[in-house]
């Protein structure tokens, strides 16, 4: 009964390719989010997303872009992987008030 | 903008000690602030939410503490065991950002038997 899955669970790629990482939540929740953590384990958020709005920070590259065929799934998508891109990338989903439900990571390697 | 910082950065104690864990963050309007846990490899579990209204929140051996005027909360585990080793982070949530957390550093905690 998995909360809220991420796929693959390990990517690795070459520089310049274009590559997405699926997220689904079986939670019902309205809110769903995708975060960094780069190799200091520092967490950052990059896109956080309802049906109502998407809210970018505004230090992501245009390269990242959600996308939500429905209210249950946030794809990331990737374009031009760079080096730097390496990372574990998280998705986590929440409704109202409530806590937010972290996947378990997606651990990106670009070569 | 919002920082937090997570003091110590790395603990290693003894099983059955009690211990404290830090976080600090510099803009004191926040609406909420969690502590998580992270095991080697694996995604994020929430241990306690506090909102902004709130002291403090409890749950089994842990507690945690909020003092919004001066940017503190404190982690507090209890007769520690083995199994607490792990990455434990805090977040605060700004109200009017979106509902998205900012993190801390993480504090890695090894419990040893």
């Known amino acids: 009964d998995t909360a809220v899955s991420q796929t693959p669970k390990y990517l690795v790629t070459q520089m310049g390719n274009d590559k997405s990482i699926k997220c689904e939540q079986n939670l019902g929740h309205d809110t769903m989010y995708w975060y960094k953590q780069d190799s200091k384990k520092f967490l950052k958020i990059m896109f956080s997303?309802?049906?109502?709005?998407?809210?970018i920070n505004e230090t992501v590259p245009n390269r990242f872009s959600p996308k939500s065929p429905d209210k249950a799934h946030l794809n990331l998508h990737i374009n031009s992987l760079e080096l730097g891109d390496s990372a574990v990338y998280f998705c986590?989903?929440?409704?109202?008030?409530?806590?937010?439900?972290f996947g378990p990571g997606t651990r990106l390697l670009v070569l | 903008k919002q920082e937090v910082t997570q003091i110590p950065a790395a603990l290693s104690v003894p099983e059955g000690e009690n211990l404290v864990l830090n976080c600090s963050f510099t803009?004191?309007?926040?609406?909420?602030l969690q502590w998580f846990r992270q095991d080697p490899g694996k995604g994020l579990t929430s241990l306690l939410l506090?909102?902004?209204?709130?002291r403090e929140q409890t749950s089994g051996r842990l507690n945690a503490s909020l003092d919004k005027s001066s940017g503190r909360s404190t982690l507090y585990i209890a007769a520690s065991q083995p199994g607490d080793s792990a990455t434990y982070l805090c977040?605060?949530?700004?109200?009017?950002?979106?509902?998205?957390?900012?993190f801390g550093g993480g504090t890695r905690l090894m419990v040893k038997p």
């Open positions: 506090i909102q902004s209204s709130q």
């Open positions: 986590a989903s929440k409704k109202n008030q409530e806590t937010q439900y």
């Open positions: 803009d004191s309007a926040i609406y909420n």
């Open positions: 997303y309802n049906n109502k709005e998407l809210i």
């Open positions: 977040a605060v949530r700004r109200g009017n950002a979106g509902n998205m957390l900012t």
